[in-house]
Each structure stands twice: as structure tokens, then as C-alpha cells.
């Protein structure tokens, strides 16, 4: 026989009064450190959730720091036998799709001219054509492609290094851990790329600086060129030959290589800054600008509107020169003219 019970109105009012308060108030969290690049991250949630994010971010360098032996990346760059993993054919099929929509100028599989140059394992005293030459027949992002979840090379001599993305892919990953939680306010900040949803703990929107682009292989300038204002969910992604470079008989050798060409792109940009709704997209195309150089990007830049662009550059006389699109004018704080 069933029996039916219940509690009086004022202890019902009582627990469910004692249950609510239990819930910890939400409140605005600051994470940071160093995990191979350092990153800076706020939130608003009822707890920290470091460990969940440290987790995330080692799940994404196990996936694609080619440095890592064991790597996902690693082991496709020694033609082992595996079944890569979710986030990397992500991953893979994005750089894909920038890869069409820039005609080859962006290229994960240009691995190997980074390497020559210096900028990747091993390290040159001089480059020559010949040299350029020998690695041509294995890059070219139309030699290698996934089916079900092997990466098929055409020639096992293929190396990809997705760096040029990587930091906005963090990014993403991170935002999507929040975003799982329901979390509404965050910013998201990964060696120097940006992701950002809704405000900051004062109400407003999130504020970025972007640096002018002196010479700076040490990143100890901070003087800024331009104040970004954003709000809603925004990925930012700054591309600069200001860090990444050495000096060689004068002349200055940049990170930003043309796969086409096999050489440094040497383009009079400075910086390329995109906002995209993803920082990875974002990241992609700013590398990518950096490569082709103002007007080519321009003709990309008119086939997505979407992306919301801020190129700095050098005129004649050395003097720096902002040009941006109409969305982008919208997010700056303060326009240097």
C-alpha cells in the first residue's frame, strides 16, 4: 500500500531556501602560466576550474605540438600507422578550406622551408636555391588529405607544422569547455591570440591592445598601436614578422614564408589583425595576409566579409599606417591616423 506525505508549506519554503544558497555565487576567475606559450584567462563561473582547463590545453599540445614526440602530429610527421583524433582532423580540414580560399599562400605542409630557414628544428648557415628547390616536390597542401581518420601523404617526406593556427585553436578549445558550462562572460587570451565572449568584470565590453610592430625578439614592447573594443563571441588573431626573426649579413629573415615561393614573404605589412567568429579562423587568415601582402589580400578580403581586418604598415619615409575595414573601425577604442 502506497502511502502519500506532505511537508508542511513553511519547511518546504525552508529547504528550498537552504538548497539555493548552497550554490556558489558566480564570480570572475583569473587563470595563467606558461604551457609551451603563455596564456591569461578570465571568466565569470562559480569555481576556478584550472584543472579542467590545464587538462585541455595538454589535450591540444598532445594533439599537435610537433616538439612532442608522442604527438598526434608527431607521429603522422614520421608516417606511423594511427587513427588521428577528433580535434586534429579539426584541425586539418580547416587549414584545408584557408588553404583553397587563399590560393596556396596559407600551407600546414610548408614544414620543412620553416625548418630551413631556421625557424622550425634546425637551424642554417646559408640557403640556397638548390636547396629550395629539393623541397618543392614535398610541399604543397594538395599532397596530403584524410581519409576517415588516416592522413594520406604522396610522398612520406610531407611534414605539417599547424603553429600558425595552433594558438587559436587553444583558444577555441578552452571557449568550448566554457561554453559546455554554460558560461556566458570570458576572455581568453593564448600567446598573444584572443578569444572573447560577452564582458569583463566592470560590465563592459573586453578591451585588447594590439602592439605596435617594432622589432622585438625578446616581446618586452608594449607601446600600442590600436585599443580593440569587443563584445559578443569574437575571435582575434594578430600575425607580425616583429618577433620571430634573425638578422643574417644585414638583411632580416622573418618566420612568415611563402610556400609558393619557398622564401620569406619580406611584404611591406607589419602586422595583420582578423576578427573572425572563431579565433583558429582568425589565426589562419592573419598568417596568411602577412604571406600575400595588402593588395591580394584585399581581393581575398572582398570574397569574405565576414572577416573584419586591421593591417599595419610602413610607408615610404618609415612612418607606421593603419588600414582597416569598416566592421574593424567599429571595435577600435582609438584611431591612430
Known amino acids: 500500500m502506497k502511502h502519500s506525505y506532505l511537508l508542511p508549506a513553511g519547511l518546504s519554503f525552508f529547504i ?15 587563470v595563467a602560466g606558461i604551457l609551451h606559450t603563455p596564456y591569461q584567462i578570465q571568466f565569470c563561473y ?22 612532442d614526440s608522442t604527438s598526434v602530429i ?11 583524433d577528433d ?6 580540414n580547416k587549414a584545408k578550406e ?3 580560399q587563399t590560393n596556396g ?11 630551413l630557414w631556421g625557424f622550425g628544428f634546425s637551424k642554417n648557415d646559408s640557403v640556397t636555391p638548390a636547396m629550395i628547390d629539393s623541397i618543392r616536390a614535398f610541399v604543397g597542401y594538395q599532397k596530403i588529405r584524410l581519409e576517415g581518420k588516416k592522413v594520406i601523404k604522396d610522398d612520406p617526406r610531407i611534414l605539417l607544422n599547424c603553429s600558425s593556427l595552433g594558438d587559436g585553436c587553444s583558444c577555441e578549445v578552452i571557449a568550448r569547455l566554457f561554453d559546455s558550462k554554460g558560461i556566458e562572460n570570458y576572455m581568453i587570451d593564448i600567446g598573444g591570440e584572443t578569444t572573447v565572449k560577452g564582458v569583463n568584470p566592470k560590465g563592459e565590453c573586453w578591451r585588447i591592445g594590439i602592439t605596435k610592430p617594432t622589432d622585438d625578439p625578446m616581446g618586452v614592447n608594449q607601446e600600442l598601436q590600436e585599443i ?33 615561393t619557398g622564401y620569406p614573404a619580406g611584404q611591406p605589412i607589419l ?47 618609415g612612418d607606421f599606417r593603419t588600414d582597416y575595414s569598416e566592421g574593424f573601425r567599429k571595435h577600435l577604442v582609438s584611431v591612430n591616423k
Not at 608527431?74 to 588521428?84: G, L, P, W, Y
Open 16 to 30: 528550498i531556501s537552504l538548497l539555493i544558497g548552497c550554490k556558489q555565487p558566480e564570480q570572475y576567475f583569473k
Open 46 to 67: 562559480t569555481e576556478s576550474l584550472e584543472d579542467e582547463i590545464h587538462a585541455e590545453l595538454q589535450r591540444y599540445y598532445h594533439c599537435l605540438n610537433p616538439f
Open 74 to 84: 608527431s607521429q603522422v610527421n614520421r608516417n606511423k600507422d594511427i587513427e588521428v
Open 87 to 92: 580535434l586534429f582532423v579539426e584541425v586539418f
Open 98 to 100: 584557408v588553404s583553397e
Open 105 to 115: 599562400i596559407y600551407d600546414i605542409t610548408c614544414a620543412p622551408f620553416i625548418n
Open 228 to 260: 580593440v573594443q569587443l563584445c559578443g563571441r569574437h575571435g582575434l588573431a594578430t600575425s607580425g614578422d616583429y618577433r620571430n626573426f634573425y638578422i643574417k649579413d644585414g638583411k632580416k629573415y622573418a618566420h612568415t614564408i611563402d610556400p609558393r
Open 271 to 317: 602586422s595583420a589583425t582578423i576578427v573572425a567568429a572563431d579565433c583558429m579562423t582568425a589565426d589562419a587568415y592573419a598568417t596568411a595576409f602577412m604571406a600575400m601582402g595588402r593588395e591580394e589580400a584585399h581581393k581575398i578580403l572582398q570574397q569574405h566579409p565576414e572577416l573584419e581586418y586591421l593591417f599595419i604598415y610602413a610607408d615610404e619615409n
